[in-house]
T-cell receptor, first 109, second 113 residues
Framework: GQSLEQPSEVTAVEGAIVQINCTYQ??????LSWYQQHDGGAPTFLSY????GLEETGRFSSFLSRSDSYGYLLLQELQMKDSASYFC??????????FGSGTRLSIRP | NAGVTQTPKFRILKIGQSMTLQCTQD?????MYWYRQDPGMGLKLIYY???????DKGEVPNGYNVSRSTTEDFPLRLELAAPSQTSVYFC????????????FGPGTRLTVT
């Protein structure tokens, strides 16, 4: 089967850097995405890694290592508005889209 | 562009009732999806469609049905509602490939009592 593991909660300080990890077990997949979801809101797309390596989009970066079955989302210069839940998602096919249970990021002033 | 719209925003059903959740997108996306999200959990794929007239099951299809007669609309039908179907339902769409950025609707919060 397939599974994704994320930490359930992470706390960080405003202005700092935080890394949210996602480990997975699967035999083959297209790539790994990250979504942000504020309380009561809909998920919004942050990034996609189809190949190993780092993808950078502004303050957010995402990394994938297929050999280590591991990815992460890196958030820099944290702002209070970054307080949200972050989900990794794995795509094996159109019928096999697996989301992690999410990491709740809390940011302290 | 309105993006992905869903109706209703909230609904309370009695056990055994049926209802249709509506989803419309105006981005001319080929792929559309229905997910459910239980409290504190990630999204689970119920059904998806790769184009008008083509639908298929996701991870948790039991108790649901879908149709896709047009590119824009992808309604989700709940037959014989059960308390286990209490959840938030999200519709999403993407352009050409399953791993393209998915655009989500605002969600429908459904309670079955």
């Amino acid at each position: 089967g397939q599974s994704l593991e994320q930490p359930s909660e992470v706390t960080a300080v405003e202005g700092a850097i935080v890394q949210i990890n996602c480990t997975y077990q699967t035999s083959g997949f297209y790539g790994l995405s990250w979504y942000q979801q504020h309380d009561g809101g809909a998920p919004t797309f942050l990034s996609y890694n189809g190949l190993d390596g780092l993808e950078e989009t502004g303050r957010f970066s995402s990394f994938l290592s297929r050999s280590d079955s591991y990815g992460y989302l890196l958030l820099q210069e944290l702002q209070m508005k970054d307080s949200a839940s972050y989900f990794c998602a794995l795509y094996s096919s159109a019928s096999k889209i697996i989301f992690g249970s999410g990491t709740r990021l809390s940011i302290r002033p | 562009n309105a993006g992905v719209t869903q109706t209703p925003k909230f609904r309370i059903l009695k056990i055994g009732q049926s209802m249709t959740l509506q989803c419309t997108q105006d981005m001319n996306h080929n792929y559309m999806y229905w997910y459910r999200q239980d409290p504190g959990m990630g999204l689970k794929l119920i059904y998806y469609s790769v184009g008008a007239g083509i639908t298929d099951k996701g991870e948790v299809p039991n108790g649901y049905n879908v149709s896709r007669s047009t590119t824009e609309d992808f309604p989700l039908r709940l037959e014989l509602a059960a308390p286990s179907q209490t959840s938030v339902y999200f519709c999403a769409s993407s352009w050409e490939r399953v791993f393209d950025e998915q655009y989500f609707g605002p969600g429908t919060r459904l309670t079955v009592t």
